[in-house]
């Protein structure tokens, strides 16, 4: 049996593919989780064998749950779900430590296959999307070379930043991160000195550009 747990922020996504899954014999759903931060929490709680994670979600977007759920040193796997076919995705997501890659609009008999492949420790990406990342491989001078935002930010950085381009205030930032105000206030200065920005506006449109968040997780 192969157990899952389910994270994305939309109810009604998450309980189609619940049924989906449900449909399978030798897989379980076990949890559903409706941010990244639930998500980690639910992983260390349920230790399940593989989450669904979608990379649009508010507090914790998915590539981040995804590194700290590697941190957690358990034998999950994750497989994103994504209606984003974004190469940086895909690079980030496989480079944090997801075992697949699928695309919303795919999702039939590729989920099972993905999950069944998750567990067996193989990584499955649908072809929609392996087909120009293998070409990438091969002619590497196409490639992206825009410099990833995680290699310039820390961790918790990268947690303030969309935080603060969802719309939270330092004091919201601060009691869900479970830090002071000062120290919220001291990551956005220097993130902006990083980033070289000097008000929120332009920290919302790296955010953007980045994919850290997207439109439908902004307030």
Do not use: C, W
């Amino acid at each position: 049996m192969v157990s899952v747990l389910i994270a994305e922020d939309h109810h009604l996504v998450r309980q189609g593919i619940k049924a989906l899954l449900e449909k399978e014999t030798g897989i379980k759903v076990v949890g559903e989780a409706e941010d990244g931060q639930m998500a980690v929490d639910m992983v260390m709680k349920l230790v399940p064998d593989v989450v669904l994670m979608d990379i649009a979600m508010p507090r914790l977007n998915g590539t981040q749950a995804i590194q700290k759920i590697k941190m957690l040193d358990v034998p999950t796997r994750v497989i994103v779900l994504s209606m984003y076919s974004d190469l940086s995705l895909v690079r980030q997501s496989l480079r944090n430590g997801a075992k697949g890659y699928l695309l919303k609009r795919s999702v039939t008999e590729e989920l099972i296959l993905a999950i069944k492949a998750a567990k067996r420790g193989e990584i499955f990406i649908t072809p929609i999307v392996s087909a120009p990342l293998i070409s990438e491989i091969f002619n590497p001078t196409a490639s992206n070379t825009e410099t990833e935002l995680d290699t310039i930010l820390s961790s918790r950085e990268m947690e303030v930043l969309q935080l603060v381009a969802e719309g939270h205030t330092n004091n919201s930032i601060a009691s869900l991160l479970n830090i002071t105000v000062k120290t919220v206030e001291k990551h956005r200065a220097r993130m902006m000195s990083k980033l070289n920005v000097h008000d929120t506006a332009g920290l919302v449109r790296i955010a953007i550009k980045h994919n850290v968040v997207f439109l439908d997780t902004i307030h």
